[in-house]
């Protein structure tokens, strides 16, 4: 059987205070801002993306950092937790660090014989680093923190679901996942070859409240998909099984397709080319506003209404 989805590609989240956010995960976690660009459907607002040096499929998070956005609410039809993985030898760095910070954080726990620990960003954004030795990505190292205890990219999401069939149908039947372990009511799926950034844990919870939307809240998360004939492919399945399937969408970076899962996360398949060397080089990347052609000649109004980005 064709490959069609490789694991994660993206997590986009929306975010209050632009600059506090691009302090947290630049410097706080040492992801590199790998673009600094709008948001295609609302230009007076930042779309800015995090992830290793070049910004590889399945170390990608983004913004929209809105400014005086209320807080969401963690819940039932919501992705949760976003779990990055570091090197099982970087936990005692990595609580020195967040305490150093003055981050609070829960654990170390234990889940799947892995150890994590969990922590909220500013804006309430649910994170969890993954302590693991199965990831030979190499992370981005910012100056502060050494290459070898760097982020290396996604190890998992989590899916807080009241019912959970339908999604887990979804998950096997239509985006080439395999169950690999479950653990008090929480199921884990791979795809691809497996291993870090290539998981999504689906989480019963049928006494959780229902998710609200605001400052830390997952938007949506994108699949990985080889090119725009596999995207094609998967979005002819998924309106043969009744899902309600965008046009392909251009975003510059990558082409996307969305649609809702049946417990209400925005879901979205997006290509891993032509990726974020296609309009600045591997050593200039997020230095600059890159804006999408439509709004070039809008360009020095947007830069005059968007905030000024310090990067440290």
């Known amino acids: 059987m064709e490959t069609l989805i490789n694991g994660l590609h993206h997590v986009t989240t929306l975010a209050g205070d632009t600059q506090r956010n691009v302090d947290y995960y630049t ?3 040492g992801l590199r801002l790998v673009k600094k660009t709008v948001n295609f459907d609302a230009p007076d607002v930042y ?15 983004t913004f929209f950092p809105y400014g005086n956005l209320p ?4 819940g039932v039809g919501q992705l949760t937790y976003t779990a990055f993985s570091v090197a099982v030898n ?11 910070r003055n981050i609070s954080y829960a654990g170390p726990y234990k889940r799947f014989d892995e150890s994590y620990l969990r922590f909220d960003d500013f804006d ?9 030795n199965d990831d030979s990505r190499t992370g981005w190292s910012n100056g502060h923190i050494p290459v070898e205890f760097a982020v290396r990219g996604f190890h998992t999401v989590t899916l807080n679901q009241q019912n959970p069939d339908r999604t887990i149908q979804l998950l096997t039947e239509n985006l080439q996942h395999t169950l690999v372990g479950e653990e008090e009511g929480r199921f884990r799926f791979k795809a691809g070859i497996g291993g870090s950034g290539n998981y999504v844990d689906v989480l019963h919870s049928p006494n959780d409240v229902r ?8 938007h949506h998360v994108a699949f990985s998909t080889n090119s725009d004939e596999t995207q094609l492919l998967i979005q002819q399945q998924l309106t043969e099984s009744g899902y309600q399937v965008t046009p392909v969408q251009d975003r510059n970076y990558f082409n996307s397709i969305y649609f809702r899962e049946p417990g209400g996360i925005l879901f979205e ?9 296609v309009d600045e080089p591997i050593s200039d990347l997020g ?9 070039e000649s809008r360009r020095a109004k947007i830069e005059t209404e968007l905030p000024e980005i310090m990067l440290k």
Do not use: C
Not at 47 to 61: F, M, Q, R
């Open 287 to 295: 230095k600059s506003l890159k804006l999408p052609a439509q709004y």
């Open 124 to 132: 309430g954004m649910g994170i969890e680093l993954v302590f693991t």
């Open 47 to 61: 779309h800015l993306y995090y992830g290793n040096e070049t910004g590889s499929p399945g170390t990608i998070l």
């Open 27 to 29: 410097d706080i976690l």
């Open 211 to 218: 998710a609200l939307q605001g400052a830390g809240s997952v």
């Open 269 to 277: 398949v997006a290509t891993n080319p032509p990726g974020f060397t």
């Open 90 to 100: 970087s936990l005692r760095f990595w609580m020195d660090r967040l305490h150093e």
């Open 71 to 74: 807080r969401g609410r963690k």
